[in-house]
């Protein structure tokens, strides 16, 4: 092929093989992106777990996922799939305000498991309906307020407030009755409606199991989770939607330090603990959960003061 001709011919060959070879790679990135974007108009009920102790990062978490949820157009509708205990004042507090911000532009319905109790079921309440199994236990609306055990009774402080951990005994009743005062508040905005006892009762933080939430309007249905899938997707008017799963505030990483089942188990152990258990500075805990605290002196609870 010494004629100059054919080389040219030849080259010509070669880079009409290199585009016919790079169009072939442009359009097998195209068509992946095309699917993804065409996807896009499917609609969604999305199903976002909240089955774990609530602290400060797990709400965090949820509450970023809310706030996607709350702008992705494709996700007409949301479902709380609920199973805990509660945890901190100030995440429940937080994760409330989430939900019904959520739940002032898109239907959002609770499913609850085992229970949601306390600081979960202060999530729950801006839900436009929720589910119950004969089994679940919802309420337990009040605060608990905690302190560090014993062994930091004498201290050497730089003002007086300090030997109070940040505030004066007065201070601390006050900020309680003050945070129960808005959990029973927003059960009586949110529910008030549907409740069939009074503020007074809602006050004394009792729970309710099944059939007997649904009496006293705590919840409104009994129900598992494709039975709020259905309702919440009735709300929003869809007659063919997918169903998306999201658990984020699974703690993922936890256990990328633990070197064996055991120590696992005890990271597992120290993240349930971690609303009302601090190893480095102890202080008062404020929490809306199920349960007695450990390793921590319960000073009061608020729903012993009555009515709110």
């Known amino acids: 092929m010494n004629n100059p001709i054919d080389r040219r ?6 880079s009409y093989t290199v585009l016919a070879v790079v169009a072939l790679l442009v359009a097998a990135a195209i068509v992946p992106y095309a ?11 999305a ?14 978490s949820t509450i970023q996922e809310l706030r996607a949820l709350r702008s992705n157009e494709s996700v007409k ?5 609920v199973s805990s205990p509660g945890g901190s004042a100030a995440a429940s507090e937080s994760m409330y305000l ?10 959002v319905y609770t499913s609850v498991g ?32 905690t302190v560090p055990g014993d062994g930091l009774s004498s201290v050497a402080t730089t003002g007086p407030d300090k030997a109070h951990r940040g505030m004066t005994r007065d201070q601390y009743f006050a900020s309680l009755e003050s945070m129960k005062r808005s959990f029973v508040g927003a059960v009586m905005t949110e529910r008030g409606d549907r409740l069939n006892v009074s503020r007074q009762t809602v006050a004394e933080a009792s729970a309710y199991t099944g059939g007997r939430a649904v009496q006293t309007g705590y919840a409104d249905e009994i129900g598992g989770l494709e039975t709020a899938i259905a309702g919440a997707a009735e709300a929003a008017g869809l ?14 990483g936890l256990f990328l330090l633990a070197g064996s089942n055991g ?4 990271a597992t152990v120290a993240a349930e603990r971690a609303p009302y258990t601090f190893r480095g500075v102890d202080s008062v805990h404020f929490l809306m959960i199920y349960g007695t605290p450990e390793d921590q002196q319960v000073l009061y609870n608020s729903s012993e003061t009555g009515d709110a």
Request: glycine share 4%; proline share 5%; aromatic share 8%.
């Open 239 to 252: 007659s063919e939607y997918q169903v998306t799963y999201r658990n984020p505030a699974q703690p993922q």
């Open 114 to 145: 085992q229970y949601a109790a306390s600081g979960a079921y202060y999530t729950s309440i801006p839900s436009d309906r929720i589910y119950v199994t004969p089994a679940s236990l919802v309420g337990h609306v009040g605060v608990i307020g």
């Open 98 to 107: 989430a939900v019904k911000r959520l739940a002032a532009e898109k239907p």
């Open 35 to 45: 699917a993804s974007v065409a996807a896009t108009d499917e609609q969604y009920v």
């Open 77 to 81: 509708a949301v479902v709380l799939r």
């Open 9 to 14: 011919v030849a080259t010509a060959l070669r």
């Open 47 to 60: 199903v976002v777990n909240v089955d774990e102790t609530i602290t400060s990062s797990s709400a965090q």
């Open 263 to 266: 120590a696992s188990q005890n």
